[in-house]
C-alpha cells in the first residue's frame, strides 16, 4: 500500500524563491510594498501626471487664458506707464505691472480649479478615487501642484510677452528657478481654496458665483497693480493678510532685482498652501456624499 504523499514543509515557497547563493531571487520574491509616508509622493506624482494628461486631449484654455494676461500688459501696462500716474519708485509702470499679471494669471487658473472636481464627483470619478488606497491629501496636493504647473505655462507666455515690450527682467536661471516656486506654492493655495469652496457649495453654480466674486477683490487687494503705501489703511490690512501679496514681492523681486523678503514671502506661501491641502482634505468626503 502506498504512502500518502508527505506534505511540503513550511518555508519550501520561500527557499524555492532563493538563489543558489542564497539571495533571493528577484523574478521570484514580490517586492514589497511601501507604506506610510513613502507612498506619498509617488502618489501625489501619479495624481499631478492625471490631471495634466487632460491637457493632451484640450489645450484651447491655456491659449484662451492667455489673451487676458496679455491685454493687461499691452493696453493697461503700456497706457499707465505714459501718464506716470502711480509712483513705482523709478521702475517703469509696466515693469512694476509684469510680476503682477504673473500672480493674477496663476490665481485666475487656479480659483475655479474647484469646479473640475464637482465634475468629477458627478461623473463618478471621485468616488473611484476615494475607495483606492491613496490618502485624500495625496488626491489634493496632486491637484494643486498641477494647477501650478498649468500656471507655470501661463508665466511662461506672460514673461515671453513681457520681454517682447522691452520689461527688464532677470535670466538668472536661479531666480527664475525661484520664479517657478512661488508661481507653483501661489497656486497650490488658491486651488485648494477653490476645492476647499466646493466642499462647503457643493455645486458649479454656487462656486463660480463665490469665485467671480473673490477673484478681483483678491486681486485689487494685493500690490499686483499699485504700492502698498498709496493704499487706505483698511486696504492695506487686507493685503497683509492677503497671500497674493507674497506671491507679487517675491516675483517682483526676483524678476526686477527689487527690494524684497523672500524668505518671510515664501513662509507664508508654503504655510498658506499647506493650510490649503488640509482644509480642502477635511471636506473632500462632504464633496462625495
Known sequence: MSEAPVAPRHGSAEAAALTPDGLPDPLLTPPRARAGWRILPAR?????????????????????????????????????????????????????????????????????????????RDAGILTKLLVTPTPRAALITGKAFAAGVKALIQAVVVIVIAAALGVALTWNPLRLLGVALAVVLGSAFFSCLSMTIAGIVLTRDRLMGIGQAITMPLFFGSNALYP??????????????????????????????????????????????????????????????
Open 44 to 120: 501625489v506624482g501619479a495624481m499631478c501626471v492625471v490631471e495634466l494628461q487632460k491637457l493632451r486631449h484640450d489645450r484651447t484654455e491655456l491659449y484662451t487664458r492667455a489673451v487676458q494676461p496679455a491685454l493687461w500688459l499691452l493696453i493697461f501696462g503700456e497706457t499707465f506707464t505714459r501718464l506716470k500716474a502711480i509712483p513705482t519708485g523709478g521702475t517703469p509702470y509696466i515693469d512694476y505691472l509684469a510680476p503682477g499679471i504673473i500672480a493674477q494669471s496663476a490665481m485666475f487658473i487656479a480659483i475655479f480649479y474647484g469646479i473640475q472636481i464637482i465634475w468629477e
Open 228 to 289: 502698498v503705501a498709496l493704499m487706505p489703511g483698511w486696504l492695506q490690512a487686507v493685503s497683509t493678510a492677503n497671500p497674493l501679496s507674497y506671491q507679487v514681492d517675491a516675483l517682483r523681486g526676483l524678476l526686477l532685482g527689487t527690494a524684497d523678503h523672500l524668505a518671510l514671502d515664501y513662509t507664508v506661501l508654503v504655510l498658506a498652501a499647506a493650510a490649503g491641502i488640509a482644509a480642502a482634505s477635511s471636506l473632500l468626503g462632504r464633496l462625495a456624499r
